[in-house]
């Protein structure tokens, strides 16, 4: 995992506002700098499946759990 991306994640996971937008975001940004799905996972201390979804969510620019 490279250094930006490491420091993106690190930003994401400490993230107490807001997090769920900025993880995906975040998420997004490392899988771009070459980060894989389970790198992002153990850094934000979530399952695999919740990444993948976070950047699905983020692709789609639909939220699967938005209650409105």
């Keep these: 995992m490279s250094d930006l991306a490491t420091q993106f ?3 994401a996971a400490s ?3 807001g ?3 900025r993880r ?3 998420a997004h940004a490392a899988v771009r700098c070459g980060s894989s799905v389970e790198g ?3 850094l934000y201390g ?3 499946e919740d990444v993948k979804a976070m950047l699905r ?3 789609s620019g639909e939220n699967p759990n938005d209650q409105t």
């Design 40 to 42: 992002i996972a153990g």
């Design 57 to 59: 969510e983020d692709d």
């Design 15 to 17: 993230d107490t506002e």
């Design 19 to 21: 997090y769920r937008d």
């Design 24 to 26: 995906a975001y975040y």
């Design 9 to 11: 994640l690190t930003l």
């Design 46 to 48: 979530v399952p695999v």
